[in-house]
Nanobody
Framework: QVQLVESGGGLVLAGGSLRLSCAAS????????MGWFRQAPGKEREFVAA????????KLADSVKGRFTISRDNAKNTVYLQMNSLKPEDTAVYYC?????????????????WGQGTQVTVSS
């Protein structure tokens, strides 16, 4: 069992930055690929970023490439999402997720555990 807790969300002006953190408790964090997804009101949950177990493999959605970075610190059982040059369309609840058995999964069905989410609001 893995418990995930996101933090770092908030209200920011367009062009600003935020860093989301996801702290994991439970066993063997380093054996899970980790991902970030987001869900805006009235929309489906969408993939944002994923990182492999060692951090050597990453994947980003096209909409965030060049602006967002995903990283992890296995010693701290934490995964991060650095978000720069934020846009109003980035406004959503951001969810952290853990996946076992895939390298950098991009679909929700390949994730085993989810956090409760953290709200990110980008105002223009």
């Amino acid at each position: 069992q893995v418990q995930l807790v996101e933090s770092g969300g908030g209200l920011v002006l367009a062009g600003g930055s935020l860093r989301l953190s996801c702290a994991a408790s439970g066993r063997a964090f380093s054996s899970y690929a980790m991902g970030w997804f987001r869900q805006a009101p009235g929309k489906e949950r969408e993939f944002v970023a994923a990182i492999g177990i060692s951090g050597g493999s990453t994947k980003l959605a096209d909409s965030v490439k060049g602006r967002f970075t995903i990283s992890r610190d296995n010693a701290k059982n934490t995964v991060y999402l650095q978000m720069n040059s934020l846009k109003p369309e980035d406004t959503a609840v951001y969810y952290c997720a853990a996946s076992r058995g895939y390298v950098v999964p991009v679909t929700t069905g390949r994730y085993d555990y989810w956090g409760q989410g953290t709200q990110v609001t980008v105002s223009s």
